[in-house]
């Protein structure tokens, strides 16, 4: 069997360090609105209003427990994951209508 060699004997450990991830508080819902209305106009940020209002309270949820368990912790994930591809998908698909 071969013996290590010197180089890799020199080799040191190397030690990354990896932050706690937390949850920052962010402010959705206006600058949504007004990206909508400014780049479409105001009767789609106004058809948007209801799916934004859920994103906005399921973010609050995200942000406001503490410490929810895991099965719980991913149930508000998986909420809030759903709401943002609610907006994205409505916004593409009355898009791509309007272009017909």
């Known amino acids: 069997m071969a013996t290590p060699s010197a180089s ?6 190397i030690m990354l360090a990896i932050f706690e991830k937390k949850t920052t508080s962010v402010e959705l819902y206006r600058p949504l609105r007004n990206y ?17 209002q859920t994103l906005k309270q ?14 719980a ?6 909420n809030y994951f759903k709401a943002l591809c ?4 409505r ?7 309007y272009l017909f």
Request: a negative charge; proline letters at 6%; hydrophobic letters at 30%.
């Open 36 to 52: 909508i209305a400014f780049n479409y106009s105001e009767r789609e940020a106004q058809n948007l209003e209801d799916d934004l």
């Open 86 to 89: 609610l907006v994205e998908t």
């Open 58 to 71: 399921y973010r609050a949820d995200l942000e406001r427990t503490p410490d929810p368990t895991p099965t």
């Open 8 to 13: 890799s004997s020199s080799v040191s450990n």
């Open 91 to 97: 916004k593409k698909t009355q898009f791509i209508l």
């Open 73 to 78: 912790r991913r149930d508000l994930l998986q």
